[in-house]
């Protein structure tokens, strides 16, 4: 009799430790979410240089491709991915930076949301020069930002401006043309 | 026949019909082999361009969704896929992550096929039996982000391959059909001149004529063939005369040639009927040879004087004569060898040496007969050689000669053993000892023993329980006697009851003994025969070889012989080595032996005479003769000689000279002095002088030839003898009675004193020892014995004589016991005849013999030593 009872005493217990251990995961699903979120957009950086051609007198001075950060950066330690990686004949360099007279240098600039309320500013700035611009905040597209993240149904989906494009005479491959959504704003 | 088959088949066999045939064939090889050359062609071509259209299809597609790709858009990539509706052979069309996984797909409605996972998948193409698959990376800039996999239907290709097929098909037949019309027309020109040709070829082979011509047409190769064939018919012609020539010559010979043969044949015929004749001489030759090798004791054989011996011949009768079979020696080439006595086998090497060398041997062995017993075996053989003088062949014969051998060993047993006991006879005892005598001479070290054996009181056994136990109990001695020694020991029996051993190759005195010893324990038993149990006992003489330097068998046997004696003299049973003392004894005897022999010639013997007085009144009435033997060296005393005398033989001349000088002297005596005319006179007598059958004569011859009165005769005898030779005693005793001899037993009461022969023999003294005369003066029981013995001789009517009286003590005593007579020094010590006669002038009877002085020429030391071995002196 004892022997039966320390048996089922060490079963239960079994069973307990078991739930606990599967509770432990669900502590926090909406921060996890957007750390692959951040993640898919760092690859998406990447990608979208290799679909879109900038003039040549952009290059004149370095071979690289500058990626700049512009605000706070959202990508944590996401961007170390694609950092020093090939794209094509150039390599893609990430840099951070806080003021608009810093990008004048890069190729590709990511607008972070902190940059809200200054966008207008920024974008101003940046008006004449061939900088493919990229921001993940709602409405930036329509403001004239040229590529912009949206979620859609939990998947990272991407909106361009393409007038913003043309404005800034750079290519944008008709590849990248058909998975986005076009935005057509003067 | 060439006609019928020309006839039978013209059209199958016909140029013509081979011609068509072989065009046919022709063509359709080439025809086939260009259709299976073109449907290959087609084939590959075909599906060349396949799969230029899968990789272009595939390139389309990868290029137009590597941004769906990498922008993780499956819609578009879907809707790149379902682009591929348009063209008909896809079937299956799959994108795949950088990490394999389904991108997005795309299928043909009708499609049951499954997508496929790529893992197992290698890239390029596929081609299966209706499909045609291409997997290719998905590639931008140069970084694969994904695989493509792109899957075409043959249904095209076999359509189009199927029409080109038919189509290849209607023009070989069209082709066929022109080619034949062509070419029957086109062969009539080669045909028709080979057909005339023929034709003519007929005329001339059933015409036999050879002068017809054939027409020259057609094209230049039959032209010419028409030109050689004119010629050939011309030389054929021409052939055919020398021929028919030359056949007329052969017939001609042909017929000479039988001729000859004929003769020949007769002459065959003849030579075969005498060959016959000779060969069936030669059967019946060799029936009769058969008939003499089976009734032939002896089995021939012959065999390769090689190795082996391997036997090329054994006649059928060794069945008979061995029980083997003949083939079972010429099967099995050591055979014959494996059935030889393995102690014989050496002599077989032998044998072969002196065969080899001399060309010729015989000898014999024990052979096993198939029922395992073994056979004495005479082998002949004669190696025979060719004309080089090489060995080429042994022939030989087998003969049983077990009997002969049996036989043979019979005598030699009869000639070496004792055929009482088995046991080796002298002779072969002889040859043994001979044997080790010489190994001694190679090897000082090495040693041997003889073993003298006699058995102690063997005769008495005999006469007492019969000769038949005697010798039952010599085989039961012989077989303990075996039992004792080693097994290459001797042991012999030389007759009678005497026993030989040979100790072999010992290491020295000290191993004999044990087996000395061994032996007399043995004989301690007792031999338990058919009617008694007997014991007996040994004396046993040794001699060992490094006594002295032996160099014949009889040397040694002697010295063995001689310690054997002194055995027996020591007390019997018991054994004595000899040694040199012995040896020196051995030939002091035998010195005394030639000298004892030489003595009788010479007149060296002389007699001594002791007076026998009476009691009553001291008077003489008598002599005991005493011999004396005056040699060279001095005088010889009875106890030297006598035993040697006896052994000799020598005893009987010598005891015969005594008898005679005795009867002579007392006779002589009695005559010269007239007071003396009863003088008697005892003269000793041994053993084998009583036991000679001419005794009684000799006795009654020396009486009358001395002219002594038989009744003054009295001769002495011991109890032993008496008692030993009985029944001759009780024959003598009765005739020396009707002699009216005196018979007198001397030293009584030293021996057996079986006193019942006293009553049945016809005795009339007793002479009583001297050991009873000195004893009796001091102790009283002897004095009883005595007086006993002297009133039993009385009852017996016999008189008594005690010699020895040397005091007037004993001289009263005896008196007063009432012997008749007496013998000693007070009376007088033995004189020689001189002396007696001396004695004999001046006796006066009153005066007792003692007290007459007279002269005496006997010296002093002679004395001394007769009176210290008195006894002995006694004859």
């Given at each position: 009799m004892n022997f039966m009872y320390k048996r089922l005493l060490y079963f239960i217990s079994l069973i307990f430790t078991l739930w606990v251990i599967f509770l432990l995961p669900q502590k926090a699903p909406a921060q996890e979410l957007e750390l692959e979120e951040y993640r898919i957009k760092a690859a998406f950086l990447y990608n979208f240089a290799r679909f879109i051609e900038w003039p040549e007198k952009?290059?004149?001075?370095?071979?690289?491709?500058?990626?700049?950060?512009?605000?706070?950066?959202?990508?944590?330690?996401?961007?170390?991915?694609?950092?020093?990686?090939?794209?094509?004949?150039?390599?893609?360099?990430?840099?951070?930076?806080?003021?608009?007279?810093?990008?004048?240098?890069?190729?590709?600039?990511?607008?972070?949301?902190?940059?809200?309320?200054?966008?207008?500013?920024?974008?101003?700035?940046?008006?004449?020069?061939?900088?493919?611009?990229?921001?993940?905040?709602?409405?930036?597209?329509?403001?004239?930002?040229?590529?912009?993240?949206?979620?859609e149904q939990d998947k990272v989906r991407f909106e361009i401006n393409v007038n913003a494009a043309k404005h800034s005479k750079l290519q944008i491959s008709s590849k990248l043309l058909k998975l986005a959504r076009i935005i057509d704003v003067k | 026949m060439l006609n019928n088959s020309t006839s039978l088949q013209p059209r199958e066999n016909s140029i013509r019909h081979s011609l068509i045939r072989i065009n046919r064939l022709t063509v359709g090889i080439v025809l086939l082999i260009s259709l299976l050359a073109l449907t290959t062609y087609n084939f590959l071509s075909y599906k060349k361009t396949l799969e230029?259209?899968?990789?272009?299809?595939?390139?389309?597609?990868?290029?137009?969704?590597?941004?769906?790709?990498?922008?993780?858009?499956?819609e578009d990539a879907e809707e790149t896929l379902s682009s591929l509706g348009t063209v008909p052979d896809i079937v299956t069309a799959v994108l795949y992550t950088k990490n394999g996984n389904i991108f997005a797909a795309y299928q043909k409605e009708k499609t049951t096929d499954g997508i496929p996972s790529l893992f197992f998948q290698e890239q390029g193409y596929q081609f299966g039996r209706n499909y045609l698959s291409l997997i290719q990376p998905v590639v931008i800039d140069t970084e694969t982000i994904g695989t493509i996999y792109i899957k075409s239907g043959l249904k095209d290709l076999y359509f189009y391959l199927l029409a080109h097929l038919?189509?290849?098909?209607?023009?070989?037949v069209v082709s066929i059909l022109t080619a034949r019309e062509f070419l029957s027309r086109l062969q009539k020109t080669i045909t028709n001149p080979i057909n005339d040709l023929v034709e003519l070829m007929k005329t001339v082979s059933e015409g036999k004529n050879y002068s017809v011509n054939a027409l020259l047409h057609g094209p230049s190769e039959l032209q010419s063939l028409s030109h050689g064939f004119n010629e050939m018919l011309g030389q054929i012609q021409k052939r055919d005369m020398e021929l028919n020539a030359h056949r007329q010559n052969l017939e001609e010979m042909v017929y000479r040639r039988t001729n000859e043969l004929a003769q020949t044949n007769v002459q065959l015929r003849e030579e075969l009927t005498e060959r016959q004749k000779a060969e069936s001489a030669l059967i019946s030759t060799k029936a009769q040879l058969q008939h003499l090798l089976v009734l032939s004791p002896a089995v021939i054989y012959s065999c390769n004087p090689d190795d082996d011996f391997s036997f090329t011949f054994?006649?059928?009768?060794?069945?008979?004569?061995?029980?083997?079979?003949?083939?079972?020696?010429?099967?099995?080439?050591?055979?014959?060898?494996?059935?030889?006595?393995?102690?014989?086998?050496?002599?077989?090497?032998?044998?072969?040496?002196?065969?080899?060398?001399?060309?010729?041997?015989?000898?014999?062995?024990?052979?096993?007969?198939?029922?395992?017993?073994?056979?004495?075996?005479?082998?002949?053989?004669?190696?025979?050689?060719?004309?080089?003088?090489?060995?080429?062949?042994?022939?030989?014969?087998?003969?049983?000669?077990?009997?002969?051998?049996h036989a043979e060993e019979q005598i030699t047993q009869r000639a070496f053993y004792d055929q009482l006991t088995g046991l080796p006879n002298r002779s072969l005892f002889v040859d043994r000892l001979r044997v080790s005598l010489e190994s001694r001479k190679r090897n000082q070290d090495y040693l041997f023993a003889v073993l003298f054996i006699d058995v102690d009181r063997f005769k008495i056994v005999n006469d007492s329980?019969?000769?038949?136990?005697?010798?039952?109990?010599?085989?039961?001695?012989?077989?303990?006697?075996?039992?004792?020694?080693?097994?290459?020991?001797?042991?012999?029996?030389?007759?009678?009851?005497?026993?030989?051993?040979?100790?072999?190759?010992?290491?020295?005195?000290?191993?004999?003994?044990?087996?000395?010893?061994?032996?007399?324990?043995?004989?301690?038993?007792?031999?338990?025969?058919?009617?008694?149990?007997?014991?007996?006992?040994?004396?046993?003489?040794?001699?060992?070889s490094d006594m002295s330097p032996y160099t014949q068998p009889e040397e040694i046997l002697r010295d063995a012989d001689i310690a054997m004696y002194y055995a027996k003299a020591n007390g019997k049973a018991c054994y004595v080595l000899f040694d040199a003392s012995m040896h020196a004894q051995a030939v002091k005897v035998l010195q005394m032996e030639t000298d004892l022999r030489t003595a009788i010639e010479r007149h060296e013997f002389v007699l001594h005479y002791q007076p026998v007085v009476s009691m009553e009144d001291d008077r003489i009435i008598g002599f005991e003769a005493l011999l004396r033997w005056v040699s060279p060296n001095g005088i010889v005393y009875p106890d030297e000689f006598i035993s040697v005398a006896e052994e000799t033989g020598l005893i009987v001349p010598i005891g015969k000279w005594v008898l005679y000088e005795a009867c002579r002297q007392i006779s002589e005596w009695q005559e010269r002095f007239p007071q003396f005319q009863h003088l008697t006179i005892s003269v000793n007598l041994s053993t084998k002088e009583f036991?000679?059958?001419?005794?009684?004569?000799?006795?009654?011859?020396?009486?009358?030839?001395?002219?002594?009165?038989?009744?003054?005769?009295k001769l002495e005898l011991t109890e032993k003898m008496i008692i030993e030779n009985f029944e001759h005693a009780a024959t003598v005793f009765q005739q020396l009675r009707a002699l009216n001899v005196q018979v007198m037993i001397d030293d009584f009461g030293t021996g057996y004193s079986a006193l019942n022969y006293m009553l049945y023999l016809p005795i009339d003294s007793l002479k009583i020892d001297r050991f009873f005369v000195r004893?009796?003066?001091?102790?009283?029981?002897?004095?009883?014995?005595?007086?006993?013995?002297?009133?039993?001789?009385?009852?017996?009517?016999?008189?008594?004589?005690?010699?020895?009286?040397?005091?007037?003590?004993?001289?009263?005593?005896?008196?007063?016991?009432?012997?008749?007579?007496?013998?000693?020094?007070?009376?007088?010590?033995?004189?020689?005849?001189?002396?007696?006669?001396?004695?004999?002038?001046?006796?006066?009877?009153?005066?007792?013999?003692?007290?007459?002085?007279?002269?005496?020429?006997?010296?002093?030391?002679?004395?001394?030593?007769?009176?210290?071995?008195?006894?002995n002196l006694n004859l």
């Open positions: 952009v290059f004149e001075n370095n071979s690289s491709i500058n990626l700049c950060i512009l605000g706070e950066d959202p990508f944590n330690n996401n961007l170390d991915t694609i950092h020093k990686k090939p794209v094509r004949d150039r390599i893609l360099t990430v840099r951070r930076v806080n003021t608009v007279q810093e990008v004048r240098n890069c190729q590709i600039i990511f607008i972070s949301a902190s940059e809200k309320n200054n966008l207008m500013h920024i974008l101003n700035e940046l008006k004449d020069l061939s900088i493919f611009t990229i921001g993940d905040t709602e409405g930036f597209a329509q403001h004239g930002v040229i590529i912009n993240f949206y979620i | 230029r259209n899968l990789a272009v299809q595939a390139r389309i597609i990868s290029t137009n969704s590597s941004a769906a790709i990498l922008f993780n858009n499956r038919i189509l290849i098909v209607v023009v070989i054994v006649s059928d009768n060794v069945k008979d004569q061995l029980g083997y079979e003949p083939e079972e020696f010429l099967e099995d080439p050591i055979f014959w060898r494996s059935n030889i006595h393995t102690e014989n086998l050496d002599l077989i090497l032998a044998g072969r040496n002196s065969l080899l060398n001399r060309g010729h041997h015989i000898h014999e062995y024990r052979f096993k007969h198939k029922d395992g017993t073994y056979l004495w075996v005479r082998d002949e053989m004669r190696l025979i050689t060719n004309d080089k003088g090489h060995p080429f062949e042994i022939v030989g014969y087998w003969i049983d000669i077990t009997e002969q051998k329980l019969g000769h038949s136990f005697g010798d039952q109990l010599l085989v039961m001695i012989a077989q303990r006697l075996k039992k004792c020694v080693r097994t290459f020991d001797t042991v012999a029996r030389f007759g009678g009851d005497e026993f030989a051993v040979l100790l072999d190759n010992i290491k020295g005195v000290a191993e004999i003994i044990p087996i000395i010893e061994r032996i007399q324990n043995e004989m301690k038993l007792p031999c338990n025969l058919t009617r008694q149990e007997v014991f007996t006992s040994f004396s046993i003489g040794v001699a060992l036991l000679q059958p001419t005794f009684i004569q000799l006795i009654e011859n020396i009486l009358q030839r001395t002219g002594l009165e038989a009744r003054n005769l004893k009796a003066g001091a102790n009283e029981n002897v004095k009883e014995i005595v007086k006993t013995i002297i009133t039993l001789a009385h009852a017996l009517k016999m008189d008594v004589i005690v010699e020895g009286i040397e005091t007037e003590e004993e001289m009263s005593l005896f008196k007063k016991m009432k012997s008749e007579y007496a013998q000693g020094f007070l009376f007088s010590k033995p004189l020689d005849n001189t002396s007696v006669e001396k004695l004999l002038e001046h006796y006066i009877p009153s005066v007792p013999v003692h007290n007459i002085s007279f002269d005496t020429k006997q010296p002093a030391p002679a004395i001394e030593m007769e009176n210290s071995s008195i006894k």
